[in-house]
């Protein structure tokens, strides 16, 4: 059942801003909103260069008076429809989030962002107040908090089925700078390798903050401080491509982290070990169906998505029967399902369901700025520990 | 850029029978037609109790006028509409799949059929001559060959990289009749349980039929002859839920085949290996985005979704980047996006991409059903060897 | 401790036939011998050739005077000698197997022989009479069973931790006859290729005998009969080098067999798997350190070797701790320790351990004699089912 | 052939101290002796114990003059035979490596040393110039370089395959100190909680060692600098049993290491990722015989053991053909193997294969406690880089 269609009568309006030709993560937007059929992309901005974006938007069926040719454009002629966009989705350069995000709130829309939230630790705690002021959803798309069995991980973590975490690592290993691009040498090319677009270090803002936010989402607490080591495997290259971090938790975990895009002929890694004092869990986002439970004394087991022996939180976050895979398209959509629930919640004013409100926040990026910013200064200051502690 | 917009100036207009409450797989062919936005489900009826699917039909968001009670209702209904559907997409139980289709197909309509086709090959043969004179696309939903790899090993084969195919193993796995049911004792109660519903065997219709085309599409060569054993792993079911079949192709490879519902503990492991005279291919379904190579004289390779070395039939079905995992929706949808292509094409005059052209078809859906009566006649005849050749 | 040195105050004397210049599985049962230093090489026959087999078994370090030119010489000039072997290893062209076993139980010599038994279902038979009369023990090296994880799936199916066996299927992927050999136009290079030297079936008694002793091993019950197709998938071959086969067992399990020489770029793939009323294991050589243990209504988990919940069958034949994996030697040795275990017992007339006493038996290797010949009678008649029940 | 046998007449005579009754090493090193036959264990002193040693010798069929209550009566007793050992194996409590190592040496022996060499640097540095006045073998069991598939990724590396290597991540995850043990109380209990005679880091000695010397073969080029946090995961533990340390090498690869034993259902899961500009290598010592090789631009490809495509380092140190596999004990075997003709190269004057002389040294065990003291000062210091750099 439809839960939106039931209590709105409707879809909810979607505004898209970004994710225009070229952009790998725009249609991923798109189609994660059309999946389970609770939104409908209305309206759209999807080009810093206006005649792209309304061209795009078109192609995509977009009606023409909705297809604008900037943000500050969009915004204003949604404003004046009575059928205007209830949310708006950014999937801009990471430097036009915060302003794009701000805006939207004053306008009283839900926000769903993608990450990094800001190139900056203050825009970011901005954002935190304005969402917090305007009493709006404000999702942001760590997307892999969608699988299900990362959320299986989490809630088992909760459960204390682990005991306390002592240990974790985590680690995103890419392959698709490992060689010199025109960017490298021409930056204007390509806005992750200009700061001022993409924040102070390419690969945590890119793929960094994912990770971060993959192993606190699972290991239950918030980091709190780094030893980062930060450099580039390719030679003359002017930002990083590769991090090793050592990691401190607030509930007393250790660990470690590595992430880079430069690993030569690597495919996305994105992988998780944590343990505690009673097992350990391990998961592959290449594998995202199954979850090895390792267990003190006893043999692991193998949870697979859909199958027995799994959490609520798991379950909800499942379409399709044991043994037949799901996969990055649908853990993305799980966020539009989450925040379609808790947009229907606000405004019908009935509950909703409480596994629907565990989807990434404006708070969770903030810390994920906090944790690019303290590892910057980590490894400016050879390597010794540095607090990522965000009070919010 | 969607393509069916470009050139329609619309999307496609659906109609659905069958897939309403408590259906698997209603929700997979809906959800498939939404994700590449080339349909718009605007007709349903979707349970053979008129109320029933009337009701589920409006909770998916379908005008009332269109919230058929039956199929034929449904038929009759869009007939007279200026705004009539353009494909009728047919999930109901097996025996029910002739009259519709047939009845779709002289309305003028194209046609999306679940398998089995049929439940008698004489009904699967009047479909192929039904189609053919009537000019319109029919697809069967041998989902499995929308897997980008699957046509990545279809590609290897076709192009000799494997030299002839000499051997081959497919098999499907599955657990969730392991144990007896309300059914085994009264068949009533599913219609999977009754032969005249469900066709002469439970497990050949259901799976087998999925293992005979994946084998097929990938070896590329018909099958000739089986010599089969079909039993029960269940004492006292009636029908039979496994079966263990030995093959021969018309172009000389010989294997067997195991496909069962009833292996307990099992998830739904469908995978196939070939070898030929240069190397082997195998695919699992539960790791869908890796191809294994094996290489005479040298070593094996994986070839992975969106990564280096793939054909462009691999490539076209392919929406993600290399190492983002995609799964068995998006296979599916592959299946409607190749549809949707031919569909324009027909329409507009201009030829499709023959890349969308090789999705399984009526003849398929017939070559099906002879496998599995062959495989019947052989179990009942000593397990000798049996034809299954079919003229078409 | 070494219980062989402990209870005979030396070790046991052991000669060997076969196994020299050229031989793969000579090496290996000479390190078996050697790995729990139960066993000393003593004298050596080891080939057909008497200067090379003498030359040979000198580089050895056997001394001179026990360095044979022929197994007769052998037999001969160890029964003259005080210190002469106890026990005689078999490793020659199968076709001498029967022979020489059967001599060497005359002159009241324990024997281990490589497998298959025999060419011949008489001699095997013959040879399950003299092992009997002569009150010996007769090893035959279905060297799989001596893997811990192999132990441990009998054990769990004996302890009827699956409940009753319903299906299973075994297979072995090898790839080192892919191509053309000489000796496939002149089979007198390759005794293998000569059905007098080798056998009926050169697949068949070289892996298949394997593969069926391996699935009545784990599954606890003997073979009833098979419907078979035997072929080749190297143009011209005159001897097969595939086969599939159905296979129907005693205690009512039902399965398929896969081997073959030439699927081209393959390893030595060895894997079974077996499924009963609650649950199912897998288990696969090249990972043999490991068993997936499948559970109705549960998740699977995995056995590790070494690790928790393992049974004493698997914990006796275990050398090294969990994770540090063990492999095809240790395996081999398995069978020279259980072997050891059982002279001693018989010497002494201490009982053995009995967890000592399930290696395979010269009654095992008649079993798998029994099973070609079954095969080829079936694959000559149509395929149709052929029974191979053996009274022993 | 062997080669032992063929250039001296005889075995190599091997005495051993420590590895008596409890120890894990202890028959594994002996196996490793026996596996190729080039060795003899012919003295021992196996315990601290004089009667507890002496008896186990027994046990083991050493002659009672050659079973000796402690390694100063061993060293005395084999210098007044004429058929004294040749090569003194050690394997007793870290700390007294050093003085049965020198004495060993002085008196003319060769050695094998288990890891980690020492407790403290002086005493690695003292031990590296006896070896080197003496003119001797002095091998330190860093193991792991022996699996073929971890020289396959050294030759790889030396030969450029990979280019230069940018960064690797190196993990030994074990659980069997997960728990709280007697000794984490009563230290006396165990050595090894005992820095005295463990060195000052169980972890780091245990098993970091092994890491360290893995990372640093594999990716040819010593370490230069790391910067460490180390910790217990169990509270009250007086040793620490978990380390994170980020890696910088002399060759400008940048890297992380993470060992623990206490990762509560964990295995022996040794496991290492380099990469370079060309490509990347991974090998898991659960699955020893199979390395993944990731290609710039091009799909991964899987080398195995025996297979095709393998450097002479690799298949020098194969038994066994591809698909069989070989595991912990085979590869402990080679270094004994190398070490064996590296003697008899010194014995006799002939020059032995080069491929022989790349096992671990006395340098390379000097190097890994100069890993240790530097992870030692780092964690002491607020995590900063500290140089582990070694003249020798």
């Known amino acids: 059942m439809n839960h939106t269609l039931q209590a709105l009568g409707r879809r909810l309006r979607l505004g898209v801003v970004g994710g225009g030709p070229g952009s790998f993560i725009g249609p991923v937007h798109r189609s994660a909103a059309r999946l389970d059929?609770?939104?409908?992309?209305?309206?759209?901005?999807?080009?810093?260069?206006?005649?792209t974006g309304r061209r795009a938007a078109l192609e995509l069926g977009i009606q023409p008076e909705r297809a604008y040719g900037s943000w500050t454009d969009l915004l204003a002629g949604e404003a004046d429809r009575a059928d205007g966009i209830d949310v708006l989705a950014i999937m801009t350069a990471n430097a036009a989030h915060h302003p794009i995000a701000k805006a939207a709130l004053a306008q009283g829309l839900?926000?769903?962002?993608?990450?990094?939230?800001?190139?900056?630790?203050?825009?970011?705690?901005?954002l935190v107040r304005a969402a917090e002021a305007a009493e709006r959803v404000f999702c942001v798309t760590y997307n892999y908090s969608g699988y299900p069995m990362v959320r299986q991980a989490r809630a088992m973590v909760q459960a204390g089925e682990l005991g306390p975490i002592r240990q974790l690592q985590v680690e995103y290993i890419q392959g698709h700078l490992a060689t010199p691009t025109p960017a490298d040498r021409e930056p204007g090319l390509d806005w992750r390798f200009q700061p001022a677009?993409?924040?102070?270090?390419?690969?945590?803002?890119?793929?960094?903050?994912?990770?971060?936010?993959?192993?606190?989402?699972?290991?239950?607490?918030?980091?709190?401080a780094v030893a980062a080591e930060l450099g580039s495997a390719v030679p003359g290259r002017q930002v990083d491509d590769l991090a090793h971090v050592l990691l401190?938790?607030?509930g007393g975990a250790?660990?470690?982290?590595?992430?880079t895009n430069s690993a030569?002929?690597?495919e996305h890694g994105l992988a998780i070990r944590v343990f505690g004092e009673q097992g350990g869990l391990e998961w592959h986002q290449e594998q995202?169906?199954?979850l090895l439970h390792r267990r003190l004394g006893d043999c692991p087991r193998l949870l697979g998505r859909g199958g027995p022996g799994l959490t609520p939180a798991a379950e909800r976050?499942?379409?399709?029967v044991l043994g037949h895979p799901e996969g990055y398209q649908e853990a993305f959509a799980n966020l539009y399902l989450d925040v379609a629930a808790a947009i229907v919640a606000r405004r019908t004013g009935r509950p909703a369901d409480p596994l629907a409100l565990d989807f990434p926040t404006v708070a969770d990026g903030a810390r994920g700025i906090a944790f690019v910013e303290a590892c910057v200064a980590s490894a400016r200051a050879n390597g010794g520990w540095t607090s990522c502690r965000l009070e919010l």
């Open 317 to 320: 976050a499942t379409r399709i």
């Open 254 to 259: 250790r660990g470690s982290l590595w992430v």
């Open 248 to 250: 401190r938790f607030e």
């Open 110 to 126: 839900d926000v769903i962002c993608d990450k990094p939230l800001t190139t900056r630790l203050e825009d970011a705690q901005d």
């Open 37 to 51: 059929d609770h939104y409908e992309v209305v309206a759209a901005a999807l080009s810093r260069d206006p005649a």
């Open 264 to 266: 030569a002929g690597a």
């Open 288 to 290: 995202p169906n199954q």
């Open 197 to 224: 677009e993409c924040g102070p270090s390419l690969v945590l803002g890119d793929i960094g903050t994912h990770a971060h936010h993959l192993a606190c989402f699972i290991a239950d607490q918030p980091l709190a």
